[in-house]
């Protein structure tokens, strides 16, 4: 690999590991926490739902939900504290149905209201619990706090065992997708009303996976829903009942009144309404009892995911770009969204943000280098074509491909050589004057690089009195031998009509030789750090810069070779001179140019 390519992969791979450490840092210090960062997060989760399927099996059909529903709460007409006869004879109709277990997501009154309520208040509930435990039924009842937790006497008629916790775990935008299994206060430890129920159910066989697990709410689809109301009613028709809708299930008793316990959840995310809390509480136990148990990375294989996003997508960018770059990273984005559904259905959690960020921090960084070094690289190109094109070629230079320009191709080039005839008398006779031997070369070069460059040419080399251009590079032209044939004459017609400006400086008779000629050379900044030009070399050079010698022999002003006279045959009024010696080259036909069949034409090449 050159040297150029190992630095700026070198540069590449820092920008990956930079993106990847910042992205790294920011996901388990920033992201976590409440902000912008997480919500987008954890919204994506919400998005990731709407895809998930079904795991497949049936357990989540162990599972009934009765929900006091408007109906129920209209039918009975009073305030749900009061539903205590009503709950009591739900619970006696589920035990007759053979339910397994029962779970009260109602909070139970921490005052006693036995004396206050006709007919009793506890007892109708201790009643119906001892009756339930007699039968093998579990009654898991709630607390929501120790300041409001329920009278001793229902814990003794359902047991001690049988007390959980209501908590719902909350994220940071206080939407519910996870749910802490256990807590500990105290030294002892209490479940939640979803595990306890589980453990029961599957005789302690149930099995904490973690603290916390993220609730599968794909599952509900599965789990009946029950006004309870109709089932209050069925148990006073046994005509019309439930038949075995709830035997060895495990049903959940609860509110979904919009006026109690809803929240924010995934499903709010796809339905835009809020969900209950037996509904949240029915989620989590079927996402335990399924073992449809999501898992999520830790901070090892976290960060490691997020640096190989990095590094690929600065590979991605490399060398490219910004919109070719920007299309890459966009497929980039979406191959990472097909992907985090994907391991979302296999119940893998992939942290999409971090992932997402890392690669529109890796786009910005290396466009932004991209640019950088862009920039700098014009600039270098400025600086060397400065001394021998134009601006106008320049700033078309630029737009050019710079690898080429800068480390050299083979291309195809009309090469054209001058000399001034008898300048090494001149100098010599004006050895005591220097300044005006260096006045007129000033004044002859900028006459005769205008109309090079004019004409489409690159000025290579001035040597002294000589000058060497070629037409086709770095621009490429469409006619570059027409072009340097043009140029020569006009530089000859030039000459002439300077003839007064040219016998101040003591030239009576300014002659000068043109040699040119067309064919593959190696074009490029050849030289060394301190030192480049960029120029052509090969053989076709030096068969160029034979001719313009030649031309002292046959006493012309303007040679070209064959090859060069094959190209312009049409357009030129040429004479043919026979093969001359080239030395160390084979003899090359030569002809004489005299001037333009179309002068219209003559001035200058077209540019691609």
């Known amino acids: 690999m050159k040297p150029y390519y190992r630095k700026y992969l070198f540069s590449y791979a820092v920008i990956a590991l930079l993106v990847s450490l910042l992205v790294v840092l920011s996901d388990f210090s920033i992201i976590p926490g409440k902000g912008t960062w997480n919500e987008l997060e954890l919204r994506s989760i919400d998005f990731r739902f709407l895809f998930k399927k079904h795991p497949g099996n049936d357990t989540a059909r162990k599972i009934a939900v009765i929900v006091i529903d408007e109906k129920s709460y209209k039918k009975i007409n009073q305030p749900l504290i009061f539903y205590h006869t009503h709950i009591s004879e739900v619970i006696d109709y589920l035990v007759g149905k053979g339910v397994k277990t029962i779970g009260l997501d109602i909070e139970l009154p921490s005052i006693s209201l036995e004396g206050k309520v006709e007919g009793g208040y506890e007892s109708v509930y201790m009643r119906s619990f001892l009756e339930a435990r007699k039968k093998g039924v579990d009654i898991v009842i709630g607390f929501s706090s120790w300041e409001n937790a329920p009278l001793q006497g229902y814990l003794l008629a359902a047991g001690e065992a049988n007390l959980a916790a209501f908590h719902l775990t909350e994220d940071s935008d206080d939407h519910i997708r996870r749910q802490q299994l256990y807590f500990d206060d105290g030294g002892k430890r209490y479940y939640s009303m979803p595990y306890l129920l589980a453990r029961h159910f599957t005789d302690g066989q149930a099995a904490a996976p973690g603290k916390t697990i993220l609730i599968d709410y794909s599952l509900l689809q599965n789990i009946p829903v029950y006004s309870f109301d109709d089932v209050y009613e069925s148990g006073k028709k046994p005509g019309n009942d439930h038949g075995n809708a709830f035997k060895n299930k495990i049903v959940i ?32 136990l079927a996402t335990l009892l399924s073992g449809s148990i999501f898992r999520e990375p830790g901070v090892i294989s976290g960060a490691f995911y997020i640096i190989v996003v990095a590094v690929l997508t600065v590979f991605l960018c490399y060398r490219r770009r910004p919109f070719p770059a920007a299309l890459l990273c966009l497929a980039e984005a979406g191959v990472l969204i097909a992907a985090s559904i994907f391991a979302f259905n296999h119940l893998y959690v992939i942290r999409f943000v971090p992932l997402l960020s890392a690669v529109i921090l890796s786009f910005a960084a290396t466009t932004i280098f991209h640019y950088y070094t862009e920039e700098r690289k014009r600039a270098k190109i400025r600086k060397r074509f400065a001394c021998y094109v134009p601006d106008n070629i320049i700033d078309q230079i630029v737009d050019a491909d710079m690898e080429k320009l800068t480390e050299g191709e083979q291309r195809k080039l009309a090469l054209l050589f001058s000399d001034i005839r008898g300048f090494t008398s001149f100098s010599e006779s004006n050895k005591d004057d220097p300044q005006k031997v260096v006045h007129f070369l000033n004044r002859y070069h900028a006459e005769m690089t205008e109309i090079i460059v004019r004409c489409g040419g690159t000025v290579s080399q001035l040597t002294g009195d000589g000058i060497f251009a070629f037409f086709g590079a770095p621009l490429k032209l469409d006619d570059p031998v027409f072009a340097a044939v043009s140029a020569a004459l006009q530089m000859k017609d030039r000459i002439a009509s300077l003839r007064q400006e040219w016998l101040r400086y003591g030239m009576e008779d300014l002659r000068v030789g043109f040699g040119i000629h067309f064919g593959d050379v190696t074009v490029g900044n050849i030289g060394s750090a301190k030192k480049m030009d960029y120029t052509a070399i090969g053989d076709n050079t030096n068969v160029a810069s034979r001719l313009e010698g030649q031309t002292k022999e046959f006493h012309e002003t303007i040679l070209i070779s064959d090859a060069a006279y094959e190209c312009v045959r049409e357009r030129i009024v040429a004479r043919s001179l026979g093969p001359a010696r080239i030395k160390g080259h084979s003899e090359v036909n030569v002809f004489a140019v005299d001037g333009l069949r179309d002068i219209g034409a003559g001035k200058g090449g077209d540019e691609a």
């Open 253 to 284: 008793i609860g509110s979904s009144l919009s006026f109690e316990d809803k929240h924010s959840t995934p499903l709010s995310f796809l339905s835009g309404r809020m969900t209950d809390g037996a509904t949240i509480q029915a989620g989590t």
